[in-house]
């Protein structure tokens, strides 16, 4: 079967072409996306490659050889450069501008030129250096659990696989899979691998934009835009799940019921933004006082929540006070004075109140009208044994300390 080689290439340029434009559609659609219009850089570049290999006759041309291979190998550079920018990393362009003016400078050289063998060899290199590069920019963002990260990473790992290969079959297979004569077959196969390479690509990066964006979402309704901390709605999702897992597990789970002291009189003397730096001020002293495996939630108003995995009571008062501590230590500064804040606290813990969410809940809420109503700024336990005094807490602390 006779195959038009320079039919192949336009075809494969053409396709190159479209798919970099349908990056640049969704990046006009969703232009925070910055990472999409790098993606369409490639393509791009892959055009002009094909491009340029139509050039090549029964002799390599300098267009062929010089721009077409210059062209493929930044192709390879900027799939890794737009994986960085998707990973929100800045681009480091030095490696490309290297690549190319080293192979520019190889075929300078008569010997390079003229050798099959070792421009193969070099492009090879630089191709599954650049495809593992980028495979390796997606595996480290694994923290951002995205469906389609682990078969993209597949992917790259594989093309760059595949370009490896080429070395050790040097002497095996027709260019340009290998440096022998030039087989129109095997450069048919090459570019339906690239194009299927680059069809796969364009499905999963649009797929990780779009998971990424409805992952941001579900965030943003689970989260408190004031102080950052996870919200009501987030607290229903998380402590119902956690409670479970201790349950199965019989670990002690503990739960602060937070509410601060005649902060309606903070926003009537010194106005709603003071409020805010207040609310602001104690999410940090919160964040400063938990572990970050313990969850800190804002469920509403003044009122927040915390939920200390693998504590028990004692502890849990230990962590409360403290904190009662801290924020009575401490001034917000607004409006030119610096206002004084404390907290009550509700303790209480699976021992006391089992593994059920809503009566965790309501114990806690129970101690915290205890507290308010025995003066406020302190800590009190569910159950009656309210506050916790310098002894008992010093004792904790040493027991912790020894254990």
């Given at each position: 079967?006779q195959?038009?080689?320079?039919?192949?290439?336009?075809?494969g340029?053409?396709?190159?072409l479209?798919?970099?434009?349908i990056?640049?559609?969704?990046?006009?659609?969703?232009?925070?996306?910055?990472?999409?219009?790098?993606?369409?850089?490639?393509?791009?570049?892959?055009?002009?490659a094909?491009?340029?290999?139509?050039?090549?006759?029964?002799?390599?041309?300098?267009?062929?050889?010089?721009?077409?291979?210059?062209?493929?190998l930044?192709?390879?550079?900027?799939?890794?450069?737009?994986?960085?920018?998707?990973?929100?990393?800045?681009?480091?362009?030095?490696?490309?501008?290297?690549?190319?003016?080293?192979?520019?400078?190889?075929?300078?050289?008569?010997?390079?030129?003229?050798?099959?063998?070792?421009?193969v060899?070099?492009?090879?290199?630089?191709?599954?250096?650049?495809?593992?590069?980028?495979?390796?920019?997606?595996?480290?963002?694994?923290?951002?659990?995205?469906?389609?990260?682990?078969?993209?990473?597949?992917?790259?790992?594989?093309?760059?696989?595949?370009?490896?290969?080429?070395?050790p079959?040097?002497?095996?297979?027709?260019?340009?899979?290998?440096?022998?004569?030039?087989?129109?077959?095997?450069?048919?196969?090459?570019?339906?691998?690239?194009?299927?390479?680059?069809?796969a690509?364009?499905?999963?990066?649009?797929?990780?934009?779009?998971?990424?964006?409805?992952?941001?979402q579900?965030?943003?309704?689970?989260?408190?835009?004031?102080?950052g901390?996870?919200?009501?709605?987030?607290?229903?999702d998380?402590?119902?799940?956690?409670?479970?897992?201790?349950?199965?597990?019989?670990?002690?789970?503990?739960?602060?019921?937070l509410?601060?002291?005649?902060?309606?009189?903070?926003?009537?003397?010194?106005?709603?933004?003071?409020?805010?730096?207040?609310?602001?001020?104690?999410?940090?002293?919160?964040?400063?006082?938990?572990?970050?495996?313990?969850?800190?939630?804002?469920?509403?108003?003044?009122?927040?929540?915390?939920?200390?995995?693998?504590?028990?009571?004692?502890?849990?008062?230990v962590?409360?006070?403290?904190?009662?501590?801290?924020?009575?230590?401490?001034?917000v500064?607004?409006?030119?004075?610096?206002?004084?804040?404390?907290v009550?606290?509700?303790?209480?813990?699976?021992?006391?109140?089992?593994?059920?969410?809503?009566?965790?809940?309501?114990?806690?809420?129970?101690?915290?009208?205890?507290?308010?109503?025995?003066?406020?700024?302190?800590?009190?336990?569910?159950g009656?044994?309210?506050?916790?005094?310098?002894?008992?807490?010093?004792?904790?602390?040493?027991?912790?300390?020894?254990?």
């Amino acid at each position: 079967m006779q195959i038009d080689m320079f039919t192949v290439l336009v075809q494969g340029g053409l396709s190159a072409l479209l798919l970099g434009l349908i990056f640049l559609f969704y990046w006009a659609v969703d232009w925070r996306s910055s990472w999409l219009a790098w993606w369409s850089v490639p393509f791009f570049l892959a055009a002009i490659a094909a491009f340029a290999f139509t050039q090549w006759r029964d002799e390599p041309t300098y267009i062929s050889v010089v721009i077409g291979n210059v062209a493929l190998l930044l192709t390879f550079g900027c799939i890794w450069q737009a994986a960085r920018v998707f990973e929100r990393r800045r681009p480091i362009l030095w490696p490309l501008g290297l690549a190319t003016i080293g192979w520019v400078a190889l075929c300078a050289w008569e010997p390079f030129m003229a050798s099959l063998a070792a421009r193969v060899i070099v492009a090879s290199v630089l191709a599954a250096g650049f495809l593992w590069s980028a495979a390796v920019e997606l595996w480290r963002g694994r923290k951002e659990q995205l469906v389609s990260r682990l078969p993209t990473v597949l992917i790259l790992t594989l093309a760059g696989l595949v370009f490896a290969l080429r070395i050790p079959l040097l002497w095996v297979l027709p260019f340009p899979f290998g440096a022998l004569p030039l087989d129109p077959v095997a450069q048919s196969i090459l570019n339906l691998m690239l194009f299927a390479l680059a069809v796969a690509l364009t499905i999963l990066m649009i797929s990780m934009t779009r998971e990424r964006g409805e992952f941001e979402q579900r965030q943003y309704a689970l989260t408190d835009p004031l102080t950052g901390l996870s919200n009501r709605r987030a607290f229903l999702d998380d402590g119902q799940r956690v409670v479970l897992r201790h349950k199965r597990q019989r670990l002690p789970l503990s739960l602060l019921m937070l509410d601060l002291d005649h902060f309606k009189s903070i926003n009537d003397r010194y106005g709603h933004d003071a409020g805010d730096r207040v609310l602001v001020k104690f999410s940090s002293v919160l964040e400063a006082n938990l572990r970050p495996a313990d969850g800190i939630y804002r469920i509403g108003g003044e009122e927040f929540c915390c939920l200390l995995r693998d504590t028990g009571l004692e502890e849990a008062l230990v962590v409360a006070r403290r904190i009662c501590t801290e924020l009575e230590g401490g001034t917000v500064e607004a409006v030119g004075a610096n206002i004084r804040v404390t907290v009550s606290v509700g303790v209480t813990s699976t021992a006391e109140a089992g593994y059920d969410l809503d009566e965790l809940l309501a114990q806690a809420d129970a101690a915290v009208y205890e507290a308010k109503a025995r003066g406020r700024n302190m800590a009190v336990a569910s159950g009656g044994d309210a506050v916790i005094g310098a002894r008992a807490l010093r004792s904790v602390l040493e027991r912790r300390l020894l254990g």
